[in-house]
Each structure stands twice: as C-alpha cells, then as structure tokens.
C-alpha cells in the first residue's frame, strides 16, 4: 500500500468514524470467508457494515480523539462493525459473538466515549431506534384510540335505545 492509498484510507476511516452512531471492535481470528460473509450479510440487513482494518491507519484517523484507551482497541486482527444507528451493529456483532467462538467483541465507542465489552453488551441489548419509533407511535395512538371509542360509546347507546323503542312500538 503506497502513501496515496494509506492517506485515501485514513480518510475513508475518519468519515465512518464521524458518521457513525456507533463502532463496535472486534478480533476475527480465524473466522473463514464463509463465516464474515455470513456476518456481513447479517450485518447488511440491520444498515451496518463489518470493516477489517489496519491497527495503524485506524489510530491514525482517530487522531488521539478518543484516547489512548480508544488506541488500546486497535491491536491484533481487528474488525470494525459500524452503522448510523448506536444499537444494531453492536445487536448484530453480539448475537454472531455468542454464536461463534472465534469473533470477540473487544470493545468500542460512541462519539468520544470509549466502551469495554460490557458496555458494548449494554448498548446491544438495548431498542433499535425503528423498535423505540414504534413504540412511540404506540403510545400517541393509544389515547386517540380511547378517546374515539369513549366518544363513539354514548351515540351506539343512543342509536341501542332508539332501536328498543321501536322494537317496543312494533310490538
């Protein structure tokens, strides 16, 4: 790899860095083509992406912004799992981890917080934003929902009685 390319990469890696919710890393040492495939697929179907990096291209585009614990995260065979969204990457890269021996989850971080592996558990046991906006909208409806039928409540009364009335008067 030429400087150009290196430089091309560390661009590239600040721009994820930047846009990313959160960015979860991981050791994949010895996981066939097969299986990062597989997770890439899965990861793909959330709106994230897996990433293998260079340690040093990737310290270098964070640039000491997170620190020399978020520096620490970058050693050995190191992935990166990221997405718009702080929650599905880190959802996805932790069920696969459970599943598979051979992907770790090493850590991560969010903006300028650095997480250990017991953070990054946390964030991914937490709601997808998709599951918190329907739940959302759960809970406006549901008053609406109530406030129509107490409403609709006394004319089916009156239009019951109507009808008693001229049941009674046909009789």
Same mark, same amino acid.
Do not use: C, W
């Given at each position: *790899?030429?400087?150009?390319?290196?430089?091309?990469?560390?661009?590239?890696?600040?721009?994820?860095?930047?846009?990313?919710?959160?960015?979860?890393?991981?050791?994949?040492?010895?996981?066939?083509?097969?299986? *990062?495939?597989?997770?890439?697929?899965?990861?793909?179907?959330?709106?994230?992406?897996?990433?293998?990096?260079?340690?040093?291209?990737?310290?270098?585009?964070?640039?000491?912004?997170?620190?020399?614990?978020?520096?620490?995260?970058?050693?050995?065979?190191?992935?990166?799992?990221?997405?718009?969204?702080?929650?599905?990457?880190?959802?996805?890269?932790?069920?696969?981890?459970?599943?598979?021996?051979?992907?770790?989850?090493?850590?991560?971080? *969010?903006?300028?917080?650095?997480?250990?592996?017991?953070?990054?558990?946390?964030?991914?046991?937490?709601?997808?934003?998709?599951?918190?906006?329907?739940?959302?909208?759960?809970?406006?409806?549901?008053?609406?929902?109530?406030?129509?039928?107490?409403?609709?409540?006394?004319?089916?009364?009156?239009?019951?009685?109507?009808?008693?009335?001229?049941?009674?008067?046909?009789?």
């Amino acid at each position: *790899m030429d400087r150009a390319q290196k430089q091309e990469s560390i661009e590239t890696l600040k721009g994820v860095f930047a846009d990313a919710g959160a960015v979860v890393v991981t050791h994949n040492l010895g996981l066939t083509v097969a299986e *990062m495939t597989d997770l890439r697929g899965r990861l793909r179907k959330e709106g994230a992406q897996l990433k293998v990096v260079k340690n040093t291209l990737a310290q270098k585009a964070l640039d000491g912004s997170i620190g020399e614990a978020g520096d620490a995260l970058f050693t050995g065979p190191v992935a990166i799992a990221f997405a718009p969204d702080p929650v599905s990457a880190a959802k996805v890269v932790a069920q696969y981890a459970k599943e598979n021996d051979k992907l770790s989850i090493i850590g991560g971080f *969010m903006g300028q917080q650095v997480l250990d592996k017991a953070g990054v558990g946390a964030l991914a046991t937490l709601p997808s934003l998709d599951q918190l906006r329907g739940k959302l909208i759960g809970l406006i409806q549901a008053p609406a929902t109530k406030v129509a039928g107490v409403l609709q409540a006394p004319a089916g009364q009156l239009a019951r009685v109507f009808g008693a009335y001229a049941n009674k008067d046909a009789a």
